[in-house]
């Protein structure tokens, strides 16, 4: 990326900022409706400009993400070999519900008002080409905690590590440079979570909450940590990482309280198996006590194909 002018769409390892929208739309049936979505994608970097260069310091970035059901209608291209819709897990106490969703931007950045410009020209542009499904605005809260009380985002990959784990390569090459992402947006019960000690907490999340320390595994059989449930190992014991960007939301006015949760990933696997073990538990029946006091109230998978593909749009 240029030093100069620092903007550049799709970049999916942009840096942690101090705020972030959450926008899904569904496609509507209006008789241009994917003429104008595809044109909108296509051109996304022009009116991230019109925003960025107001301010080159508040790392602005907008990522897009297209969701299975209108991806041939959109792009025109080969679907990502993994990408379908977000399958619900029933486990036996919580359930991952499956929402609908055609399109995410994930808007962020170290101002509020610029986050907010883009989603208002973004959606004069796009106009009655879609609805808007959902819309979360999220915050950082001290040094990156949850609401929850906890540092979330700890294990996340960095340097080269977050391209290998992100984005498409080799395996998929009409998609390479692309990455799946997963969305879902929690809410927390906080009188429950308040009712339990801070030792009850850190078992639950695998770290201490203060000093962030990780805390070791629990012997194989018992109740895992949300922390082990998510360390994902394939069948040659290779560990796949995923990169999360959650922000909390809410409003202590009206009681909601919550974790916005994005993981990005270049195999959709990897987050659906942490979600199954979450939900389902390891071994079965040993749920991720998180969700006791987290309820996801949607659960939406998408591709963000690479900046190159999304301006060739156009012209498909
Ligand atoms: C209620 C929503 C959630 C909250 C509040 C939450 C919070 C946290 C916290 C505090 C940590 C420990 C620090 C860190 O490494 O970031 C963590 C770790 C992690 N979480 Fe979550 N999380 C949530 C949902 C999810 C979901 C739905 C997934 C996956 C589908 C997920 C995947 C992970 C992973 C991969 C780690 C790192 C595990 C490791 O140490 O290797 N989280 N989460």
Same mark, same amino acid.
């Given at each position: 990326?240029?030093?100069?002018?620092?903007? +550049?769409?799709?970049?999916? %390892?942009?840096?942690?900022?101090?705020? /972030?929208?959450?926008?899904?739309?569904? $496609?509507?049936?209006?008789?241009? /409706?994917?003429?104008? $979505?595809?044109?909108?994608?296509?051109?996304?970097?022009?009116?991230?400009?019109?925003?960025?260069? =107001?301010?080159?310091?508040?790392?602005?970035?907008?990522?897009?993400?297209?969701?299975? %059901?209108? @991806?041939?209608? $959109?792009?025109?291209?080969?679907?990502?070999?993994?990408? !379908?819709?977000?399958?619900?897990?029933?486990?036996?106490? !919580?359930?991952?519900?499956?929402?609908?969703?055609?399109?995410?931007? !994930?808007?962020?950045?170290?101002? =509020?008002?610029?986050?907010?410009?883009? +989603?208002?020209?973004?959606?004069?542009?796009?106009?009655?080409?879609?609805?808007?499904?959902?819309?979360? #605005?999220?915050? =950082?809260?001290?040094?990156? =905690?949850?609401?929850?009380?906890? #540092?979330?985002?700890?294990?996340?990959?960095?340097?080269?590590?977050?391209?290998?784990?992100? *984005?498409?390569?080799?395996?998929?090459? /009409?998609?390479?440079?692309?990455?799946?992402?997963?969305?879902?947006?929690?809410? !927390?019960?906080?009188?429950? @979570?308040?009712?339990?000690?801070? +030792?009850?907490?850190?078992?639950?999340?695998?770290?201490?909450? *203060?000093?962030? #320390? +990780?805390?070791?595994?629990?012997?194989?059989?018992?109740?895992?940590?949300?922390?082990? *449930?998510?360390?994902?190992?394939?069948?040659?014991?290779?560990?796949? %990482?995923?990169?999360?960007?959650?922000?909390?939301?809410?409003?202590?006015?009206?009681?909601?309280?919550?974790?916005?949760?994005?993981?990005?990933?270049?195999?959709? @696997? $990897?987050?659906?198996?942490?979600?199954?073990?979450?939900?389902?538990?390891?071994?079965?029946?040993?749920? %991720?006590?998180?969700?006791?006091?987290?309820?996801?109230?949607?659960?939406?998978?998408?591709?963000?194909?690479?900046?190159?593909?999304? /301006?060739?749009?156009?012209?498909?």
């Amino acid at each position: 990326m240029s030093g100069r002018v620092p903007i +550049e769409s799709q970049r999916v %390892d942009a840096p942690l900022t101090s705020s /972030a929208t959450f926008l899904v739309l569904s $496609v509507t049936e209006s008789p241009d /409706a994917v003429k104008t $979505v595809r044109s909108a994608l296509a051109n996304i970097d022009g009116l991230a400009k019109n925003v960025a260069i =107001r301010d080159l310091g508040a790392s602005f970035a907008c990522t897009v993400g297209i969701g299975s %059901d209108v @991806w041939d209608r $959109v792009t025109g291209l080969p679907k990502p070999s993994e990408l !379908h819709p977000f399958p619900p897990i029933e486990g036996a106490k !919580h359930t991952a519900v499956s929402t609908p969703g055609d399109l995410l931007f !994930h808007i962020r950045s170290e101002r =509020r008002d610029l986050n907010f410009e883009f +989603e208002k020209q973004l959606l004069d542009l796009l106009g009655d080409s879609v609805k808007v499904v959902d819309e979360t #605005v999220g915050f =950082r809260y001290f040094d990156v =905690r949850d609401l929850l009380g906890f #540092v979330d985002g700890t294990a996340n990959p960095v340097g080269p590590a977050v391209p290998a784990s992100i *984005l498409v390569a080799e395996e998929d090459t /009409a998609a390479a440079g692309g990455s799946y992402i997963v969305v879902q947006k929690y809410v !927390h019960d906080m009188k429950g @979570w308040k009712t339990l000690k801070a +030792e009850q907490q850190e078992a639950i999340i695998g770290r201490t909450k *203060l000093d962030n #320390v +990780e805390l070791d595994d629990a012997p194989t059989g018992q109740q895992a940590s949300h922390k082990t *449930l998510n360390t994902i190992e394939d069948e040659n014991g290779v560990e796949h %990482d995923i990169l999360r960007d959650n922000m909390p939301f809410g409003s202590p006015g009206s009681g909601e309280f919550g974790t916005y949760f994005i993981g990005y990933s270049r195999r959709l @696997w $990897v987050i659906e198996k942490m979600l199954h073990r979450m939900y389902i538990g390891e071994p079965p029946g040993l749920h %991720d006590r998180i969700l006791d006091y987290s309820k996801p109230l949607t659960g939406t998978t998408f591709f963000a194909p690479s900046a190159s593909i999304l /301006a060739s749009l156009d012209s498909n």
